[in-house]
């Protein structure tokens, strides 16, 4: 995990084969997460809600229960949380649901969600017949917040190398991809934000290395004084604090460039 460029965000939903089986977020660096909420969900086999909050918008993460009564109870606990979220929210997961089913879960999450993802055939390799739809990114809008749904894929191919390849020799579902705009906010201006725009490191850069420079110019002058030390009191001590003077203005550059990069 140290190689990706992300922060994992993991809960366990129950024990297995001597470690675990739950649901995970995997979080770009730049972002910077708020809060983590964790919540069992009514489940015989042991299924969860990961909450993982940030600035602008909340993302949730599940895998719900095969069984049909603690499915439909499942999405009701998911909406009611969204009673306690003040900002726009994502869902999603392995819904072990479909829109195309009637009278199950979807119809109690489409009282509070859109579905974001494509629906286009199935999220199930294999599966020749139209109900085999069951991963899902659905959103949950908040005060009209202008987040928009650029595009989706289910992915059922990738590209290696070169050489095309099925993602059903990889997995049992196709994973489902979707492409948002949030107003305001991108990845170059996270990455930036905390730099003002007059902050060029490299001025600073520049100034202390010519106090280093000229602090190194006086060593010198003040070795050749202290070496004919006759009648060089006074300009041996001007000389000392003129150099302790630059030592000051390095400590503080570094610290001015140490404080820009965090």
């Not at 009278?103 to 599966?127: M, Y």
């Not at 749904?149 to 994973?175: A, F």
Request: proline fraction near 3%.
């Amino acid at each position: 995990w140290s190689e990706l460029d992300y922060v994992q965000v993991y809960g366990i939903a129950a024990d297995y084969d001597g470690g675990s089986v739950g649901n995970g977020t995997l979080v770009k660096r730049w972002l910077p997460i708020k809060k983590i909420k964790k919540m069992k969900l009514s489940s015989d086999v042991g299924r969860i809600l990961i909450r993982t909050d940030f600035e602008d918008f909340s993302f949730m993460s599940t895998h719900l229960d095969l069984d049909d009564k603690h499915r439909m109870n499942e999405a009701a606990a998911i909406c009611t949380e969204l009673d306690y979220i003040r900002k726009p929210v994502f869902l999603a997961g392995d819904m072990n649901d479909s829109h195309r089913w009637k009278n199950l879960a979807f119809s109690v999450f489409l009282e509070d969600f859109q579905i974001f993802s494509d629906t286009e055939g199935n999220t199930i390799p294999g599966r020749e017949e139209n109900t085999a739809c069951i991963d899902y990114i659905l959103f949950h809008d908040y005060k009209n917040s202008g987040i928009q749904n650029i595009e989706s894929h289910i992915v059922r191919t990738i590209t290696i190398d070169g050489q095309t390849v099925d993602l059903k020799d990889i997995s049992d579902h196709y994973p489902v991809y979707v492409d948002i705009k949030i107003p305001g906010m991108s990845a170059i201006q996270q990455t930036t934000k905390k730099i003002p725009i007059f902050a060029d490191t490299r001025k600073f850069k520049l100034i202390r290395l010519g106090a280093t420079i000229t602090s190194s110019f006086f060593y010198l002058f003040i070795i050749i004084l202290a070496l004919d030390a006759k009648n060089s009191e006074s300009p041996l001590t001007a000389m000392g604090g003129l150099d302790f003077m630059l030592i000051l203005v390095n400590i503080v550059i570094a610290f001015q460039i140490k404080n820009m990069k965090n």
